[in-house]
């Protein structure tokens, strides 16, 4: 049966490896909630027009009718199914074993694509932009860890694992640096008992607490957390103590420089608000990083325009992908050859290149970064950085 999901949906990476490496013909439908020009047409007959739209496209492509039936007929059953009133646009994509439906609050043109790729192009910026992350709250009073996107954050059970508290870290355990020493009562102490000191200042010995405490807040994170490990990490907290966290923090993907303030200090969704700026200057400096590796390749990987980039990212070479945004080229992939060909003048049978190597890259497990034209290095509509 058609996968259906009903409410909003934005594509990830995940699902289009997943219904992406299907092989052509492939059938995407587009149908946005208001037509334009306000032009009232009901849902059903401008399903029905896509549908017939979709056969002639295949037929035209020499598709054999039994393949056609395969592609379109869940198109037209979906048809019938989804409400009349909806304020989502649609985005269907279909092929032979593979169909999905989702509804998507971006904006699309309405369109009925058929190519040897389904076409997300449309949706490589928000796919490019997916924030996934943990936001860790540091108080000494109350630690809170929250698995945020970039819309929402909902709170995580710290469990065993990850200390609620400084109060509650030293019931259980004291830096080696704090010792608990006893004086030996003389006759005349009466009632009086061992004394508490440490080493160093108070400060001192609070500052090796704090650093205990943290220590064993980030080993707690590494333990529940495990198998996330690429997942960023943003931290909060006051200046002194982020930077205290910071000298014990275990966490790789940790965003630097973190949110600084006291968690409970800021309002309603402010403190995401911050953390997704945090995550913003992180990626745009992973890009300038990866455009300046770019920058350092030699030979072919160098030099690979359009044709070549295509080729390899069917290949499954490219490991990181910038394509320009607004960049057209259009063109065909031929299996048979194993070569890639661009035209100036859109012939029968034709797909976006930009599209069909952002599909194939992101199937083989590689990352597509979408840029002004100018910030791909070359200033082309495509460049790669290559596995080999």
């Known amino acids: 049966m058609p996968q259906t999901l009903t409410s909003p949906q934005l594509l990830t990476v995940a699902e289009i490896k997943e219904f992406g490496s299907a092989t052509g013909p492939c059938v995407t439908v587009f149908l946005p909630a208001h037509v334009r020009g306000g032009a009232k047409h009901s849902l059903s007959a401008r399903f029905k027009a896509a549908a017939q739209l979709a056969e002639e496209k ?3 492509r020499g598709v054999v009718s039994t393949l056609i039936r395969k592609i379109v007929d869940p198109i037209v059953a979906v048809g019938g199914q989804v409400d009349k009133e909806h304020n989502d646009a649609l985005a269907i994509f279909s092929a032979d074993h593979a169909f999905r439906r989702y509804q998507v609050s971006i904006p699309l043109e309405e369109s009925v694509i058929a190519a040897d790729n389904f076409f997300i192009r449309p949706f490589l910026k928000t796919i490019e932009g997916e924030k996934q992350f943990y936001l860790l ?3 000494q009073k109350d630690i809170r860890l929250l698995r945020c996107t970039g819309h929402s954050s909902e709170e995580v059970e710290l469990g065993k694992h990850i200390p609620h508290s400084l109060h509650e870290d030293m019931g259980t355990d004291k830096p080696d640096h704090v010792l608990e020493n006893h004086s030996t009562p003389g006759p005349s102490s009466g ?5 508490m000191f440490g080493t160093g200042t108070g400060k001192e010995d609070r500052n090796e607490y704090l650093l205990h405490f943290y220590k064993d807040v980030s080993k707690g994170l590494i333990e529940l ?16 103590e982020l930077a205290l966290f910071d000298t014990v923090n275990a966490w790789a993907n940790t965003c630097p ?17 911050r953390a997704l700026e945090c995550l913003d200057r992180m990626e745009q400096a992973e890009i300038d990083a990866l455009v300046a590796q770019h920058d350092k ?7 690979a325009g359009v044709n070549d980039v295509v080729k390899a990212a069917y290949e499954g070479r ?5 394509a320009a945004e607004n960049a057209q080229a259009m063109g065909n992939f031929d299996e048979a050859s194993h070569r890639a060909r661009t035209h100036q003048v859109p012939r029968a049978g034709d797909e976006c290149l930009i599209n069909a190597a952002a599909v194939q890259t992101i199937v083989h497990g590689g990352r597509v970064h979408m840029l002004p034209q100018a910030r791909v290095p070359g200033n082309r509509p495509m460049a790669a950085i290559m596995r080999y």
């Not at 420089?257 to 608000?273: D, I, L, R, S, T």
């Not at 390749?297 to 160098?302: F, H, T, V, Y």
């Not at 490219?318 to 910038?322: E, G, K, P, T």
Request: charge should be neutral; hydrophobic fraction near 40%; glycine fraction near 18%.
């Open 58 to 60: 295949l037929s035209e």
């Open 137 to 139: 709250a540091l108080s």
């Open 191 to 195: 009632s009086s008992k061992g004394v």
């Open 225 to 240: 957390l495990k198998g996330q490990e690429k997942t960023p990490l943003v931290v909060c907290g006051v200046e002194y």
């Open 257 to 273: 420089g973190g949110v600084k303030g006291a968690p409970n200090g800021f309002k309603g969704g402010e403190m995401h608000a």
């Open 297 to 303: 390749q030699a030979g072919e990987a160098a030099a």
């Open 318 to 322: 490219v490991q990181h992908l910038f």
